[in-house]
């Protein structure tokens, strides 16, 4: 495999494509935004030049990475003559089944597609493709040049050719991939978020305060932070949504939602992102600067 194209140029996808070039892929970072396109390479130069400050890049290796990447506006452009397509598009089941219908009309016959969802199921996805066997979810984690796991879910029908084949890019990548099954959360989020949620349940039931459960978390387990601050940096309305995502799939209640957090979602209290959610971040001027702290 060699050239890659990453859809969706915004948080995760500039990652993506940032790691895909850094390791001499050739990428075509696609958006329908051009402001995010921008944006996204804007990220990427200032992630490198971080890496360069510390000596562990070449001045050298920046332009290489920074000339591996093409950016385009329309998909079709994009995926023609790519091996792997990326999918890091918004959280919508809609729009995902939308794009790889497309992608899986206009991308080369053998290209492998892939998506970074964090909560939709792979097999639903691979379903409205007429190559299910080469449909795969490769969940990479934020911040995506840092983060050394990706979660490789495995639809109904993805073959194990294609299995091995994400594996390995995965390892030339320098990350450390783990081959998990598709249901409802995969394994990352379908632990994670229930803790989440019995925390914010914690606090909900009175049992001790905000600072108290992150506290009993960070020093008492080594948690490099608290769950309630994990959650404002991933977003109370992404919590939400992927909860939901299980409590539906599962049809268990142990995965309902705790209604602090849906209450504090419909207030518009959504963490780092909006300036408050457990924490109050509106005396920080970024809420970026907030974020980059805990990672
Ligand atoms: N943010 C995280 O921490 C995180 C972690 C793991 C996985 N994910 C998953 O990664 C995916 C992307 O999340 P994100 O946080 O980067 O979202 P984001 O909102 O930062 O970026 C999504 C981008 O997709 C673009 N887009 C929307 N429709 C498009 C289309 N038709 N064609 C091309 N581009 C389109 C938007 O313009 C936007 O720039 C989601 O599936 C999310 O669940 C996110």
């Known amino acids: 495999m060699k050239n890659i194209a990453v859809i969706g140029a915004g948080t995760m996808g500039n990652g993506i494509a940032h790691v895909f070039a850094q390791n001499n892929f050739k990428v075509n970072l696609i958006d329908i935004s051009e402001e995010t396109l921008t944006k996204g390479i804007a990220t990427i130069t200032k992630n490198l030049d971080r890496l360069l400050a510390k000596d562990r890049i070449t001045e ?11 950016t385009f506006t329309s998909i079709l452009e994009g995926i023609k003559n790519t091996d792997l397509v990326i999918e890091a598009a918004t959280e919508n089941v809609d729009l995902k089944l939308k794009i790889f219908k497309q992608i899986d009309s206009e991308a080369p016959k053998d290209a492998i597609l892939a998506t970074n969802t964090s909560s939709i199921s792979i097999t639903k996805i691979a379903a409205v493709t007429n190559r299910p066997e080469k449909v795969i979810g490769m969940h990479f984690m934020n911040p995506v040049p840092i983060m050394k796991l990706v ?131 509106s005396k920080h ?9 805990f990672v």
């Open 60 to 70: 050298d290796v920046k332009n290489k990475t920074l000339q591996n990447i093409t």
């Open 285 to 293: 001027k970024k809420a970026e600067k907030v974020a980059s702290q």
């Open 151 to 281: 979660e490789i879910i495995r639809g109904y029908s993805t073959s194990d050719e294609v299995t091995a084949n994400i594996m390995d890019l995965s390892k030339k990548l320098g990350k450390v991939p783990v081959e998990v099954n598709d249901y409802p959360g995969f394994v990352a989020n379908r632990i994670l978020m229930p803790m989440i949620n019995e925390a914010i349940e914690t606090l909900y039931n009175g049992v001790a305060g905000v600072y108290e459960i992150d506290t009993v978390l960070k020093l008492g387990m080594a948690h490099p932070m608290g769950p309630l601050q994990l959650a404002d940096f991933i977003g109370l309305d992404v919590c939400l949504f992927i909860l939901n995502v299980m409590y539906d799939g599962f049809k268990n209640p142990k995965y309902a939602p705790c209604p602090l957090l849906i209450n504090m979602v419909q207030a518009g209290k959504l963490g780092v992102k909006s300036g408050e959610g457990f924490y109050d971040y």
